[in-house]
């Protein structure tokens, strides 16, 4: 997910199509939180990592 988001949101920057800017923005924020919430041994959503 985190992959995901910077390669949209490096695609709506180059393209100049905001929607996958905030797209992209938002998938970031949300794979950085699910990957830092993964690393530190918390459960998230039942699993011990959410990949």
Do not use: D, E, K
């Amino acid at each position: 997910m985190f992959i995901l988001g910077v390669i949209l949101l490096l695609l709506g920057l180059f393209l100049h199509i905001p929607i996958l800017t905030i797209i992209g923005a938002v998938l970031l924020v949300v794979g950085a939180v699910l990957f830092i919430l993964g690393s530190v041994g918390r459960p998230v959503a039942g699993r011990r990592h959410y990949w």
